[in-house]
């Protein structure tokens, strides 16, 4: 024990008020700025994160949706051996809608199925084609154009027009018959033969009557065709009555059948009338003297 009244040691120093009690600091300016800045840095890096995420996760989702489309192998659209012309881009956008066409009939096709089918963005479509007839209009153009190189092929007596516009209407017609595309085109309740795209639209028109026209300003110089003739009009007609018959009922028609009906209803409606000539009338008289019937 300390004896009384002996020293004592000192006490210790009492804690000091800044360890329990922090003096309020002044506004730093300096200090807020860095610290605003570090903030929208790493804000910035978060975002910057997010978007590396997205990228690699729609990358994946196109590598993995190009691994299941075969058709997007060697050669699709943004590969090194893709043609970029207008006219390829344009071609190979027909021939993609037309399979949309096969698969889901022409009155459901759609703009982003064709742009799929295609590997390209609904953009791109739109870039070529307003809308989904005018892209459905370019397939039927071209199924026209396939339609006429066949009629045309070596046609067997070109300088008379009653059999070759028999045959040019039998065999565009005909083409139907075993074409998935055409028949989905001109299947019931197709737009090719609807009111919203009818088949003898102006275009369609034009596309017939450049391949048509010579031959018929070569059978109206000839007299086999009315001189008052409206060509243009003519050829409208026959694209309309192509039409029916490439639709259901007619569709299902013999191939007979067909030729009658171009025969009766359609050549004999352009023809210029055949008027005897005054040999053939002593013919046709000489034949009746002599008992016989006149052939037809």
Not at 2 to 19: K, L, M, V
Not at 188 to 193: K, Q
């Amino acid at each position: 024990m300390t004896r009384p009244g002996a020293d004592a040691e000192p006490p210790d120093d009492p804690p000091s008020r800044a360890h329990n009690h922090p003096v309020p600091q002044g506004p730093h300016p300096a200090r807020d700025r860095h610290q605003a800045l570090d903030r929208h840095a790493a804000a910035q890096d978060r975002h910057a994160a997010q978007d590396r995420h997205a990228a690699q996760d729609r990358h994946a989702a196109q590598d993995r949706h190009r691994a299941r489309s075969p058709r997007r192998g060697q050669g699709w659209w943004g590969s090194e051996s893709a043609l970029l012309d207008d006219a390829e881009a344009r071609r190979r956008l027909v021939a993609a809608a037309g399979r949309c066409v096969i698969r889901r009939g022409s009155s459901r096709m759609r703009i982003e199925e064709v742009a799929t089918e295609a590997g390209v963005s609904r953009s791109t479509v739109y870039r070529y084609f307003r809308s989904r007839d005018e892209l459905l209009l370019a397939v039927l153009l071209d199924r026209v154009d396939t339609a006429m190189d066949v009629a045309l092929e070596s046609l067997p007596h070109p300088d008379d027009a009653r059999v070759t516009l028999v045959e040019v209407f039998v065999r565009g017609t005909s083409l139907i018959d075993g074409d998935a595309l055409t028949e989905a085109l001109f299947a019931a309740g197709g737009r090719a033969s609807g009111d919203s795209l009818p088949l003898a639209t102006e275009p369609i028109v034009e596309a017939v009557y450049k391949r048509l026209e010579p031959l018929l300003l070569r059978w109206q110089d000839s007299g086999q065709l009315s001189a008052d003739l409206d060509l243009w009009e003519a050829v409208r007609w026959l694209i309309a009555a192509g039409g029916a018959m490439m639709a259901p009922p007619w569709s299902s028609r013999s191939l007979p059948d067909k030729r009658v009906f171009a025969e009766t209803y359609l050549v004999r409606a352009l023809l210029q009338p055949v008027t005897p000539t005054p040999d053939a009338e002593v013919s046709t008289s000489s034949r009746r003297d002599d008992g016989k019937t006149p052939s037809r």
